[in-house]
C-alpha cells in the first residue's frame, strides 16, 4: 500500500515538472527607470551593468511578431523591474494587445512619476485591468526617501488623470491599487495614505520591506496590528508558504524580458532559459532546461549550475517547504 502511494504521488510530480501553458505569460516592455531606490536592483544600476535584466525597450516589431505566432496568449503582465511608462511605444503596445483581446494587467508595478495624457487615454482606452502604483509614503519628505527622485504631487496628479479618463469612457477599469512598503521612516503616515487611497478610488495594501534591516521599521506592533505578522520570516515560517511565491510563475505565468529572454519567473535576473523571439516560446518551455528547472524546484532532481535557480536566494527556502503540494492548490485555485 505505502508503494503504490509513492508511485501515485512520484507520478503525480512527473506530470506536473512536464505541465506547461503559454496562455498567461509575464513580458517586461521596459526596464529602464528614473529613480533611484536604493535596495533596487534597477535603482542601484544593477541590472544595467552585470544582470540578464539589462537596460532597454521592448522592440514594437518583435512584439508584433511574438504576437503573430503566439495566438494563445490570453493574459500579459507588462511591468516587472523597469518602469515601463517610460516605453516610447507604449501606447501601441496597449493597442495592438487589446486588438488581440489580450488581457493586460500592471501588477508587478509602477512609479507613476511619468505618465503623458495620451497615455493616461490609452490605459482606459485599451482596457488595462489593473494596475499597482508603489507609493511609500502621504508626504514628499518621507516618500523621496526611498523612492529616491520621485515626487509624489505629481504621481498623485497622474492617479487623478487615469480617474478622469475612466470617468470620461464610463469605464471601471483600470482598477487602480496603492501599494505601502512599509519602512521606518513611512510607518507614521499609513493611515493617512490609506485615506487618500480611498479619496482617489483606489485599494491599499501595505507591504513588507523584503530588506528589513534597511529603513527598519521602529514599531513592529504596528506591522503585526496590521499584517498579522511582524515580518516576511514571522509569515514564511508560521504559515509554511511564501510571502510572494515567484517559482509559480514557470508553470502559471512564465516571465520574459524585454529583449525576449525567457526568465521564468519575475524574481530571475542571474541568467535565462533562451530567446523567445528567436527559438520561439513554446520550444522554449519545453526544453530540457527549463523542465530541468521545474523538477529542481519540485525537489526531484539535485541543483545544476546551469540553471539560474542555484544563484537564487529563494532555491533553498522552496526545498524546505511543502511546494509541490502548494503548486497543485494555486494551480487548481487558478483553474489551470
Ligand atoms: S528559485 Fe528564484 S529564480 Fe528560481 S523560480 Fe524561484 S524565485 Fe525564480
Do not use: C, D, G, V
Given at each position: 500500500m505505502k508503494n503504490?502511494?509513492?508511485?501515485?504521488?512520484?507520478?503525480?510530480?512527473?506530470n506536473l515538472s512536464l505541465w506547461w501553458q503559454s496562455?498567461?505569460?509575464?513580458?517586461e516592455i521596459s526596464s529602464k527607470c528614473q529613480l533611484k531606490c536604493p535596495l533596487c536592483f534597477t535603482g542601484t544600476g544593477y541590472h544595467r551593468k552585470y544582470s540578464a535584466i539589462g537596460w532597454g525597450n521592448l522592440d514594437i516589431e518583435q512584439f508584433r511578431d511574438f504576437l503573430e505566432k503566439n495566438?494563445?496568449?490570453?493574459?500579459?503582465?507588462?511591468?516587472?523591474y523597469g518602469e515601463l511608462f517610460l516605453h516610447p511605444q507604449i501606447e501601441k503596445i496597449l493597442r495592438m494587445a487589446y486588438e488581440k483581446n489580450i488581457q493586460?494587467?500592471?501588477?508587478?508595478g509602477t512609479n507613476l512619476n511619468y505618465l503623458p495624457d495620451r497615455v493616461a487615454e490609452a490605459l482606459v482606452k485599451y482596457q488595462v485591468v489593473k494596475i499597482k502604483v508603489s507609493i511609500d509614503g502621504a508626504s514628499q519628505q518621507s516618500y523621496q526617501q526611498y523612492r529616491v527622485g520621485g515626487n509624489l504631487e505629481k504621481v498623485l496628479?497622474?492617479?487623478?488623470k487615469i480617474n478622469f479618463y475612466k470617468?470620461?469612457?464610463?469605464?471601471?477599469?483600470?482598477?487602480?491599487?496603492?501599494?505601502?512598503?512599509v519602512f521606518g521612516h513611512n510607518e507614521h503616515e499609513i493611515e493617512k495614505a490609506q485615506a487618500l487611497a480611498q479619496e482617489?478610488?483606489?485599494?491599499?495594501?501595505?507591504?513588507f520591506n523584503y530588506s528589513p534591516k534597511k529603513f527598519p521599521v521602529r514599531n513592529r506592533q504596528i506591522l503585526a496590528q496590521k499584517m498579522g505578522y511582524a515580518d516576511i520570516t514571522e509569515f514564511e515560517e508560521k504559515n509554511q508558504i511564501f510571502y510572494s511565491p515567484a517559482c509559480f510563475?514557470?508553470?502559471t505565468a512564465p516571465q520574459i524580458n524585454w529583449d525576449g529572454k525567457l526568465l521564468g519567473c519575475c524574481v530571475n535576473y542571474f541568467g535565462d532559459f533562451g530567446n523567445v523571439f528567436q527559438e520561439g516560446l513554446e520550444n522554449l518551455l519545453q526544453s530540457e532546461r527549463y523542465i530541468y528547472a521545474k523538477k529542481m524546484l519540485l525537489g526531484e532532481v539535485p541543483a545544476r549550475s546551469d540553471i539560474p535557480c542555484v544563484q537564487c536566494k529563494r532555491y533553498e527556502k522552496v526545498l524546505q517547504m511543502p511546494f509541490c503540494e502548494q503548486l497543485e492548490a494555486h494551480l487548481k485555485a487558478r483553474q489551470f
Open positions: 503504490w502511494n509513492w508511485n501515485l504521488f512520484s507520478q503525480k510530480r512527473k496562455k498567461h505569460l509575464r513580458l495566438p494563445q496568449i490570453q493574459s500579459l503582465e507588462l511591468s516587472n493586460l494587467t500592471i501588477l508587478n496628479n497622474h492617479i487623478r470617468e470620461k469612457y464610463q469605464s471601471r477599469y483600470p482598477k487602480l491599487k496603492w501599494q505601502f512598503i482617489l478610488q483606489m485599494s491599499f495594501k501595505l507591504k510563475q514557470l508553470w
